[in-house]
């Protein structure tokens, strides 16, 4: 037979519930907090139907631009040919979380913050830019009760 063209078709793992999460949404999902501008990622949950996202948008991340009731718009930039295209999908809220993607960033600027702050307050300047890991330096082995050892594979046996 030949496979189907569906609207859902081959998500059966992509919309599959993960281990000990079956049964009824949990409420706390209904009392997060959306606002235009926030960074989100969409995951499909596959216990409501209703206002579900079409698999290409399952993983990917956007940015909400409405907010309404029970559902959220979100623009995703989409790859067409050899270009960008934004796209708009309303989604209902079972189906997106907020994205983990700037918080490294935002720790960062406020770990940068407090350091300037204190060294303003002592009268210093601080560099708050990341440096990448320097090579190790340069060191001499001593052999000195350290004696070099040779090393010869051992050889294969079959013990039946």
Do not use: W
């Not at 496979?3 to 078709?9: F, I, L, P, V, W």
């Not at 949950?45 to 029970?70: C, D, E, L, S, W």
């Not at 300037?116 to 890991?133: F, I, M, T």
């Amino acid at each position: 037979m030949p496979h189907s063209y569906g609207y859902r078709a081959r998500t059966r793992d992509m919309f599959k519930r993960g281990f000990k999460e079956h049964g009824p949404i949990k409420l706390s999902t209904y009392l997060v907090n959306y606002q235009i501008g926030d960074i989100v990622d969409i995951k499909a949950n596959a216990a409501q139907q209703k206002g579900m996202p079409h698999k290409f948008y399952h993983g990917r991340t956007g940015i909400i631009y409405n907010v309404t009731p029970r559902a959220v718009g979100v623009i995703i930039n989409k790859v067409v040919g050899n270009r960008y295209i934004e796209k708009r999908v309303n989604l209902r809220v079972e189906h997106i979380r907020h994205s983990k993607c700037r918080q490294e960033f935002l720790d960062r600027v406020k770990r940068n913050h407090d350091a300037h702050v204190e060294a303003k307050a002592k009268g210093e300047r601080v560099n708050l830019k990341r440096q990448p890991v320097l090579p190790r330096t340069a060191h001499t082995v001593s052999i000195k009760d350290n004696a070099p050892q040779t090393m010869t594979p051992v050889p294969y046996e079959t013990t039946i």
